[in-house]
């Protein structure tokens, strides 16, 4: 009786400890900390969206100035294409947040702004574990590029809409918007790759130094 109850005694403090590790340090259920990073990212872009869309889809009534602004950003766009555009000898010009090229017309409007897959590319990029370098390394390279890209699709839009009217509603909903959602994905998991491998070899570089300082 004894000796049994002995080893219940023995038992309970293991069974303690197994209840302990699976809660984690501080009463935390395991999978919380096994999903950590993950959940982490898509609490902290999902926020940064969230406030994306409740900034810049007011109604103009509540954001005059904000619309002003975001009218100003299109008109770029249609300045920067018939910029281009003249450049290799065709008749455009642009008025407002109008497109023109011949005697067709593109406007430029919500939507074709890019300025929601931009806003997802920031807000993934921040919401990374990763140092701050990469982070602004890949917001100052990412979104330019991106806003460049969106200009060659709006160039193109313009082209078929002058030579190819028919097809102008595919190439606009079906081929620019997915070509350049999936441009986005692609650029992001290009940086996120280079991005998480510089972690280890940084923690690998930081731990020679302090073994080259500890054995002196």
């Given at each position: 009786?004894?000796?049994?109850?002995?080893?219940?005694?023995?038992?309970?403090?293991?069974?303690?400890?197994?209840?302990?590790?699976?809660?984690?340090?501080?009463?935390?259920?395991?999978?919380?900390?096994?999903?950590?990073?993950?959940?982490?990212?898509?609490?902290?872009?999902?926020g940064?969206?969230?406030?994306?869309?409740?900034?810049?889809?007011?109604?103009p009534?509540?954001?005059?100035?904000?619309?002003?602004?975001?009218?100003?950003?299109?008109?770029?766009?249609?300045?920067?294409?018939?910029?281009?555009?003249?450049?290799?000898?065709?008749?455009?010009?642009?008025?407002?947040?109008?497109?023109?090229?011949?005697?067709k017309?593109?406007e430029?409007?919500?939507?074709?702004?890019?300025?929601?897959?931009?806003?997802?590319?920031?807000?993934?990029?921040?919401?990374?574990?990763?140092?701050l370098?990469?982070?602004?390394?890949?917001?100052?390279?990412?979104?330019?590029?991106?806003?460049?890209?969106?200009?060659?699709?709006?160039?193109?839009?313009?082209?078929?809409?002058?030579?190819?009217?028919?097809?102008?509603?595919?190439?606009?909903?079906?081929?620019?918007?997915t070509?350049?959602?999936l441009?986005?994905?692609?650029?992001?998991?290009?940086?996120?790759l280079?991005?998480?491998?510089?972690?280890?070899?940084r923690?690998?570089?930081?731990?020679?130094?302090?073994?080259a300082v500890?054995?002196?």
């Amino acid at each position: 009786m004894g000796r049994n109850s002995n080893k219940r005694r023995a038992e309970r403090p293991g069974e303690e400890r197994g209840s302990r590790n699976e809660t984690g340090a501080q009463g935390t259920p395991g999978w919380i900390l096994a999903k950590g990073p993950a959940l982490r990212f898509v609490l902290i872009s999902g926020g940064l969206m969230l406030l994306f869309y409740g900034v810049f889809y007011t109604s103009p009534e509540n954001s005059p100035a904000l619309n002003a602004f975001i009218h100003s950003y299109l008109g770029v766009y249609a300045q920067a294409g018939a910029f281009v555009l003249d450049l290799f000898g065709l008749e455009a010009s642009a008025q407002g947040t109008t497109l023109f090229l011949g005697s067709k017309s593109v406007e430029v409007v919500r939507g074709c702004d890019a300025m929601e897959p931009i806003a997802f590319f920031v807000a993934a990029v921040i919401a990374m574990q990763v140092s701050l370098r990469s982070k602004l390394a890949g917001l100052f390279a990412g979104v330019p590029l991106l806003v460049l890209l969106n200009l060659v699709r709006i160039l193109a839009l313009s082209l078929v809409s002058a030579k190819l009217p028919q097809y102008f509603e595919m190439a606009h909903v079906a081929v620019g918007q997915t070509v350049f959602v999936l441009c986005t994905l692609c650029l992001w998991f290009v940086w996120a790759l280079r991005a998480t491998r510089e972690v280890p070899a940084r923690r690998e570089a930081e731990g020679e130094a302090r073994g080259a300082v500890s054995s002196e």
